[in-house]
């Protein structure tokens, strides 16, 4: 079973609670974490008190506190959360290099990087895997950075497979959001998922998407899970969850997608709002 997590996630409370629940399974489990991202603590606006820090210190440094806070003596797969723009790729590669030599980490990656600043990471040293944002309604990964990563032999993971909520089927016209969730600006990664008409279009499509689901015996997330993995490039669909029928539900959604099913959904996509396709 793999696990994802990063530093930030709550200040290092979720890598602690990761390694409370790992503790005995420890060899069973996959984990995968990030760092090199600075999030001032108390701060729950994710627009801002954040910032890339891709130095050797902070690498360091983040790694020693991950492998801590998972209780754990090595890394099975360590990201470099966001690119660090003031600071050249090479930087970052060559401090996950020496943690792979020491065998803190076992393997390296990226997140949220563009297919030019992979190539440039790639210079200094192999990526085993990458992380991206993809569902439903986001495809902008699929013009560059899905076929790149396949012909590099780079494993995806991609986050937001249940669209940040929406396609979780539970998100009503009348949902608010609480001052505190970044879905409340509208926003999600640069796309318009919450916001005013946007946000009604979508839930029209979900409902849509919700009676192709039920005529399959599954739910509108197992759905949205099967799509993601019904692209040969996506090695890994992740998924949240904040109860455990949650995880019960998602692991439903591993089932094969027949290709009428797959067309349903697109022409039920089609009918609302376009899916981005922007490249990235």
């Known amino acids: 079973t793999l696990y994802d997590t990063a530093a930030v996630y709550g200040w290092g409370y979720s890598e602690q609670l990761l390694g409370r629940a790992l503790k005995g399974w420890r060899h069973r489990a996959v984990i995968v974490t990030k760092g090199g991202r600075r999030w001032d603590r108390g701060v729950t606006d994710p627009s801002v008190g954040r910032r890339s820090d891709s130095s050797p210190e902070f690498i360091e440094q983040g790694i020693e506190q991950s492998l801590r806070n998972l209780q754990t003596d090595y890394i099975d797969v360590y ?33 949220n990087f563009s297919v030019e600043q992979i190539e440039e990471s790639l210079k200094t040293m192999p990526l085993a895997a990458c992380q991206t944002g993809y569902h439903i309604f986001d495809r902008r990964c699929e013009a560059r950075l899905l076929p790149f990563a396949a012909g590099r032999g780079i494993g995806v993971m991609v986050y937001g497979s249940l669209a940040h909520g929406l396609l979780t089927g ?85 089932w094969d997608l027949p290709a009428d099913v797959k067309s349903a959904i697109e022409d039920a996509v089609q009918a609302g709002p376009p899916p981005a396709a922007a490249p990235r």
């Not at 020496?98 to 990656?109: F, H, I, L, S």
């Not at 001052?179 to 409340?184: A, C, S, T, V, Y």
């Not at 005013?196 to 899970?225: D, M, P, S, W, Y």
């Not at 799509?227 to 019960?248: D, K």
């Open 79 to 111: 990201l470099i959360h966001w690119p660090d723009a003031t600071r050249p790729f090479s930087e970052p590669m060559e401090t996950l290099l020496r943690a792979q030599q020491a065998g803190k980490v076992r393997y390296a990656g990226v997140s």
């Open 170 to 254: 539970t998100l009503t016209s009348d949902t608010r959001f609480a001052d505190d969730d970044w879905r409340q600006a509208g926003q999600a990664f640069g796309l318009p998922l919450f916001e005013g008409e946007h946000f009604q279009r979508n839930l029209r499509v979900v409902e849509r998407l919700k009676r192709i689901a039920a005529g399959n015996g599954k739910t509108v997330a197992q759905l949205a899970i099967a799509w993601v993995l019904s692209n040969p490039a996506i090695t890994v669909a992740l998924c949240g969850a904040r109860r455990p029928a949650e995880i019960v539900e998602d692991a439903g959604g591993d």
